[in-house]
């Protein structure tokens, strides 16, 4: 069974959700708290939405400086799998792990409400199980979620196609760059993104077209491509 | 006054100003509670002492106006883990779970530091339901506002709704609904109520009874600071030009060591490390431990010199009665503390040896040593004069019940529609609940929007409704026909999702009870709120009484807001507010007499607030909640919508217009033609008779619906039907058709409060 780590900082607050859809899609989720630096040998870590520290310097700051970030960036270095979602997207833009970062909303409010987004890249960990074009209602929920990157940052990820989630045109709900609702490295292997998708992975919460990013997990071959589903 | 021998002994803290009758006045007592204070230690108070007083002895702790009146509320049922007198209640579920709920008013804080004030009101309630051992699950928030055609009320609107949503999306937990009233009589003085709703497993619930001699109490978390001092005491008096000073007393919110203190605090208390634990609230460490104390029948000795201070140079007086947020008292066994401690390191929380329980019975203060404070612990708590005031209807109130507008509606019935759409206190509040993660913890099941929300508990398949209301209109014209009013719409609202209403909390807000006509609406609005939770089997488990809510232009709307939570046996059986198939029939149960009193057509359109209040049919409640939750368990019926403010049309027309994120709504044809035909067409379409709901069902289930309502004694009327998206809204009358562009009707819903919000900052009030 493949094992995910979900990291824990002091203010996480979607860890629990996470920690959920993992084991719902029948991986060995775990939880690793932000002082540890064993990630109990996971092949996938995910850090999840919240306020981490607090996010009074700016979202995503003070995480990275964890202990738990150095074996975060270790495990990335060595081409291990990373998700970040909402404050953990934050996170991995402020380590550097992802290109770009997220600032205030144009609107200046917190945002929560559901959105409509594209599934613009299949071939990595956590989006195989859709089909490329895929379009589906997530909510978002974030005060600093507009992506901004420079224009060489954003020539780059256009043309190598790493947009890996893109908001539907007029549902852009923070102002971000080209509606980039997630991105990933050049490899596929850290993926970040803003829309809570582990708070649709289940009918009875109105949705469950979340439910599909911790399928693709949960049926990752770690150096291969997705493992079969049938 | 005559002095027996000291009870106890005391001495004043070096520099302390002696304590004069000028003094007491300023700590808001009066002469003849000096008096009794002066009797029961047998000498003058300290300064320190006075303060204690001053604060347990507030309206706001001791509930001195209130206390009778509340005594009449039903608080028992089978379902009563815990009735009021604790931090939350707590009623029973399924499968060993409970659910703990309580509603608290900020309102005093709000109205001179909107942003804080709201803030720090969120962070308080969920202390109070995580300290009964309860994981906080849902926010919901009732506020008042004047209009928003004034600056300093958009103002206030925009800081309040920040401070809310800041607050509760720091933390993760979900707003899951509320309510937004704007009315003139709330321009000096808003309202912010926040309720919060946690779960628990019975078998973890904490209480805050201190008890064994020799055990520790222990001050955790946030480090105590100057702010908030006398925040109970200023709770308890009316505003006026001089509450802006008040200002730095506002406390100020840290969402992040909250969540610290909700993780620990649960750790605690699951892991059975402690005896008690209690929120160190209104009046801070003084309530907090006398209190705690008290209920348990043993003394305290505190030193305040052991206190972790933020500044330098703290006074005892400062220490005790500051209000800095974050904080609990925790009681514990000696051989506890080490353990207690590492729990608390683990996040990032001190936990601080501050005393200890004793057998004395005596509320005892010391600061390094010297004792500034001594005095009997049950009668601090128990024995503040009760008071009965004067309770007399005004005659101007009497008489409004018998007016009528004296000047027509500025629009004509098609348009009426329309413009009540466009008030602020019926439109769509999207703009606030988008402010507010609603989907955080993955648990909704029916967020904001609808009428109520609902959401599911861990993995069973039960789910629980949670809904705030209050008519304040109607309590203002009538306060006991509004009381019964409120509670039978929050339990209409609840049942409409399919879920059995369980029980209340109640945040009473009025204005000054010193005078008869406040005293009166008061005490016969908790009667109609009695008799209502009588009839529904719904007792009340706790709650806020909040007085002195006036302004140098008067007293509020009296505002008995009623926060119901209600148990859906079968999540997935939830229903929805809104239309959602073409085809489905349209359904109206209960009857209309075309009652126009206390009504938003009158009052939004003819300016008149006036009238005889509708009156409230307890027995016709009852049933209509048993059937809607039957009819939901049996998968009857598609969409269930409560009929309440702006009537018929307004409730039709919200269910056709569809949830906030629908496509698109839908057409909808009611043919009202025998529904209510002696009505006319304003009574018809804007009356607010109680007792009704619009129900959609799909063709196929006619039958059994039918046969359902037959079961509970009720009558449905069949008026129309579903009809396809980007129709129109279609009533028939006898005196002619009445037709509305439904995508007409939800651009004005949807646009009515951000139109009248652009560019409004929240950082300071407009010039």
Partial sequence: MLRVAVVRFPGSNCDWDTYHAVAGAGADARFVWHRDT??????????????????????GAIARFSPVMQAVQKHAAAGGAVLGICNGFQILCEAQLLPGALVRNDRLTFVSRP????????????????????????????????????????????????????????????????????????????????????????PVTGSDVGAGFFRSIAAWLPGGTARSTT | MTAAAPVTRASSFPGERPVTLDVVREHNLTASEFDRIVAMLGRT??????????????????????????????????????????????????????????????????????????????????????????????????????????????????????????????????????????????????????????????????????????????????????????????????????????????????????????????????????????????????SSSAEMAARGGVGVEIDTGLVPTREAGMTPYEILLSESQERMLVVAEPHQVAAIQAVCRKWELDATPIGHVTDDGLFRVKHHGLTVAEIPGQPLVDDCPVYTPNAREGAAAIARRKARPRRAARVDADEALEALLDTPSIASKRWVYEQYDSTVQASTVLGPGGDAGVLRVATEP????????????????????????????????????GAEPLGITDCL???????????????????????????????????????????PTGAVDPTPTVGMVGLLRRAEDRVPSHFRAVGDRIVIVGSSEGAMGGSA?????????????????????????????????????????????????????????????????????????????????????????????????????????????????????????????????????????HRWPVDRLRAVYDDAIPRRMRGISTDRPEA
């Avoid at chain 2, 409120?486 to 609202?493: D, L, S, W």
């Avoid at chain 2, 998968?635 to 307004?650: F, K, M, N, P, Y």
Wanted: include cysteine.
């Fill in chain 1, 38 to 59: 064993d990630l109990q040998q996971a092949e996938v870590v995910i850090l999840p939405g919240g306020f981490s520290y607090g996010d009074y310097l700016r979202s």
């Fill in chain 1, 115 to 202: 959105v409509w987004v594209r599934v613009e890249r299949t071939d990595t960990f956590c989006t195989s199980a859709y089909t490329r074009g895929t379009e589906m209602r997530i909510p978002v929920a974030h005060g600093d979620g507009c992506y901004v990157a420079d224009d060489d940052t954003l020539r780059l990820l256009e043309a190598e196609g790493r947009v890996v989630l893109r908001y539907t045109r007029g549902e852009n709900p923070n102002g971000s760059v080209a509606d980039i609702a997630g991105v990933c490295n050049p490899a596929g292997t850290v993926v970040g993104f803003m829309p809570h998708p582990e708070r649709y992975a289940d």
């Fill in chain 2, 45 to 286: 108070p300290t300064l320190t002492e006075l303060g204690v007083f001053s604060a347990l002895w507030s309206e706001h702790c001791s509930y001195k106006h209130s206390k009778p009146v509340l005594k009449r509320f039903p608080t028992t049922g089978p379902q009563v883990v815990q009735g009021p007198g604790e931090n939350a209640g707590v009623l029973r579920l399924p499968n060993g779970w409970a659910v703990a709920f309580k509603i608290e008013s900020h309102n005093h804080p709000s109205a001179v530091e909107p942003y804080q004030g709201a803030a720090t009101g969120v962070g308080g309630i969920l202390r109070d339901v995580f300290t009964m051992g309860a994981r906080p699950v849902a926010v919901l928030n009732s506020l008042r506002f004047g209009p928003l055609s004034e600056p300093r009320n958009r103002y206030l609107f925009a800081g309040v709704v920040r401070g809310v949503g800041d607050y509760g999306n720091c933390i993760g937990v979900p707003t899951l609904g509320g309510e937004v009233g704007f009315a003139e009589g709330y321009s000096g003085n808003p309202l912010v109520n926040a309720m919060c709703v946690g779960i628990l497993r019975e078998s973890d619930l904490a209480t805050a009874r201190a008890h064994g001699v020799g055990n520790v109490l222990l001050n955790v978390g946030a480090k105590t600071g100057r702010d908030g001092i006398h925040g109970a005491s200023f709770a308890s008096e009316e505003l006026s030009e001089k509450s802006e000073a008040r200002r730095p007393q506002v406390q100020v919110g840290d969402p992040f060591t909250e969540k610290l203190l909700l993780e620990a605090s649960l750790e605690l208390i699951t892991s059975k490390l402690i005896v008690a634990i209690q929120d160190m609230g209104a009046a801070g460490l003084t």
């Fill in chain 2, 462 to 497: 039960f789910a629980l409704a949670v809904s705030v209301d209050c008519n304040n209109r109607l309590v203002g014209l009538d306060p006991y026909e509004g009381g019964k009013a409120t509670v039978a719409e929050a339990a209409r609202n609840v049942a409409c999702t």
């Fill in chain 2, 509 to 551: 807000n009025f204005g000054n009870p010193e005078k008869p006509e406040v005293f009166f609406q008061f005490r016969e609005a908790c009667r109609g709120i009695s008799d209502a939770c009588v009839a529904f089997g719904t007792p009340v488990t706790g709650g806020n009484v909040s007085f002195y809510n006036e302004s």
């Fill in chain 2, 601 to 737: 057509y009158w009052a939004e359109l003819c300016d008149f607030i006036g009238g005889a209040a509708p009156r409230v049919d307890l027995e016709h409640e009852t049933r209509l909640q048993q059937f809607l939750v039957a009819a939901a368990a049996a998968r009857l019926l598609r969409s269930a919508h409560d009929c309440s403010e702006g009537g018929l049309a307004v409730a039709l027309a919200e269910a056709a217009i569809g949830g906030p994120y629908a496509d698109r709504g839908f057409g909808a044809v009611a043919d009202l033609r025998t529904y209510a035909p002696a009505l006319s067409a304003i009574e018809a379409l804007y009356g607010e008779d109680q007792g009704r709901v619009v129900l959609s069902v799909a063709p196929a289930a006619l039958p059994g619906l039918r046969a359902m309502l037959t079961r509970h004694g009720l009558q449905g009327y069949l008026a129309g039907e579903v009809r396809a998206p980007g129709g129109e809204l279609e009533i028939v009358l006898p005196e002619g058709v």
